[in-house]
């Protein structure tokens, strides 16, 4: 390592004797009553899969950026954010997740342009147009949900599978799609206002007190992907690949090292200088979507301090 850093990995912490605890890719989630307390650690996943090495601040990152957007979008969406009372810590209403994720999407990337390239042109039930390349821009955002999976690889789904298999209603649907586009679009304009491209994301959403409320991470590295929109049309029409900043960098450097994902692939070794170099693009992205200079919680490590700042907001608002 380049610097002096313990990052965080699992936490284990008791904030109450009827606790709840669920173990994500990246986070413990802890309920205690009706509150949920979602501690981002410094893991990394790809392809559905935890790797070995911990990236330094991403778990700062990823909730300082949610953060950083919950609020800017509440106005359009309500959501379960309540407080962040540690870098990496939020605090918020408990609420029962549609096992849903609302990937929404604005260009030809990531997953849609691997499915495209291999001659689909129907993706989760929607079509894609022809003739288009990597990058292109579809005529309007796409909603392409997948499946929340406990465990696992999640699954493409249509809305149609969706709601026959109960996992929302088609009133639910309808407020959740609508939900999304908001979203995608108040985060494109955002984007676009700090010279980046919202390509594509996804959202989720939960149930509280008959309502649907927007939870998780929200534009994040971890659920989204940005281009640099100086110079986007130039390479477009030059075939140049776009200058990506997002995660998808892991995967490529993933797969180039012979690990998808896939049985029987054995995941490779990250150096330190790679990690390193995770980091510092999670701290530019932070940067570039928000607007603000990144502040490297000195403290990050201290598991006391992220105890007692949880400890200190479960006071100021008890559970009902």
């Not at 980091?279 to 919680?297: H, M, N, P, W």
Request: aromatic content about 10%; overall charge negative; hydrophobic content about 35%.
């Amino acid at each position: 390592m380049s610097e002096f850093y313990s990052p965080i990995g699992h936490t284990d912490f008791h904030f109450s004797p009827d606790q709840g605890v669920y173990k994500g890719k990246v986070r413990e989630i802890y309920t205690v009553g009706d509150r949920l307390i979602s501690i981002a650690s410094d893991r990394i996943s790809a392809f559905d899969h935890i790797l070995p090495r911990l990236i330094p601040y991403k778990g700062q990152v990823l909730n300082q950026v949610a953060a950083h957007f919950l609020e800017a979008t509440r106005d359009l969406v309500p959501n379960w954010l309540e407080s962040v009372p540690h870098p990496n810590v939020s605090i918020g209403k408990k609420c029962k997740p549609v096992k849903l994720e609302f990937v929404v999407r604005g260009y030809l990337a990531g997953h849609a342009w691997r499915e495209y390239q291999s001659g689909k042109r129907m993706i989760c039930g929607v079509h894609m147009p022809e003739g288009l390349k990597e990058s292109d821009r579809f005529p309007q955002p796409l909603i392409t949900p997948s499946t929340k999976a406990e465990q696992g690889h999640d699954e493409d789904i249509s809305k149609e599978q969706a709601i026959a298999q109960g996992l929302c209603s088609l009133e639910e649907w309808i407020t959740m799609e609508r939900y999304a586009l908001a979203l995608f679009n108040r985060g494109t304009e955002m984007a676009a206002d700090q010279g980046l491209i919202l390509v594509d994301t996804k959202y989720e959403f939960g149930r509280y007190n008959d309502q649907i409320l927007l939870i998780d991470e929200v534009h994040t590295p971890d659920s989204s992907r940005y281009y640099y929109l100086e110079g986007y049309a130039q390479r477009q029409e030059s075939g140049e690949r776009q200058k990506q900043l997002s995660k998808e960098f892991v995967r490529e450097w993933l797969m180039a090292h012979g690990f998808a994902g896939k049985a029987g692939q054995v995941m490779p070794d990250m150096p330190d200088a790679f990690v390193w170099e995770i980091s510092d693009r999670y701290i530019e992205l932070y940067e570039k979507v928000t607007g603000k200079a990144f502040q490297k919680d000195p403290d990050n490590q201290n598991f006391h301090a992220i105890e007692q700042a949880v400890r200190q907001a479960l006071k100021s608002r008890p559970s009902l």
